[in-house]
């Protein structure tokens, strides 16, 4: 059996003298790995970058064996990605996620559009942080666990949001919180969207989002800790605040 796909390369590593195992997180077929034949030549190493955009072409006997991938290359991102520390932090930071958290082999194609969209920003390093923000906050929702910060958990207020509950990814008022302002999240404006999102409330943001993604979504999934390629991501991000 075999399909045909667009992905985006998200780990490549050493298989026997001279073939590859790679993992796409391809439109259709979701996180899939493949064998690649030749993998470690001159002529086709070059190609298999993390965050490379690639047409893949899997062939397997039967669906549940690993397969072969034969690949051509859509658009490379390594430029954009060696531009710099932060882009290449990011970058790492995206892929390691996308490994870490997706199930293999199941579809996602809303989150492989946003992401997608957010590795061609890369190099860009004043709108990056924010994008890449807004997209683990997809990626939370799209598996499960986003976040309802439309109104209050206590009162029902929609003004004055100021906190996110680390239980429940619900929004909390200042006067909601009360004594347990201390116990709760950051809520800054740029996490629904509103505001101009300079730097420090995107940290704060990345803050929020990283608790729910290692002390919801990781768990859920049997893993612990996050990819270390996160932390390094956010802690390049906040040196230059």
Known sequence: MDWRDHGILLTTRRHGETAAIIEVFTEDHGRHAGVVRGGTSRKIAPILQPGAQLDVLWRARLEEHLGTFQVEPLRSRAAAAFSGRMALAGLNAAVALLSFCLPEREPHPAIYKQTEQLLDLLGQDEIWPLAYMRWELALLEELGFGMDLSACAVTGATE??????????????????????????????????????????????????????????????????????????????????
Request: with cysteine; charged share 20%; proline share 10%.
């Open 160 to 241: 004055g949001l100021a906190f996110v509950s680390p239980k429940t990814g619900r929004a909390v008022s200042a006067e909601g919180a009360g004594e347990w302002a201390g116990k709760l999240l950051p809520l800054p404006p740029c996490l629904r969207g509103e505001g101009q999102a300079p730097d420090d409330e995107i940290a704060a943001a990345l803050r929020t989002t990283g608790y729910f993604l290692e002390h919801h979504l990781a768990p859920s999934l049997g893993h612990n800790p996050l990819p270390d390629a996160r932390a390094r991501f956010v802690d390049q991000f906040t040196r230059r605040l």
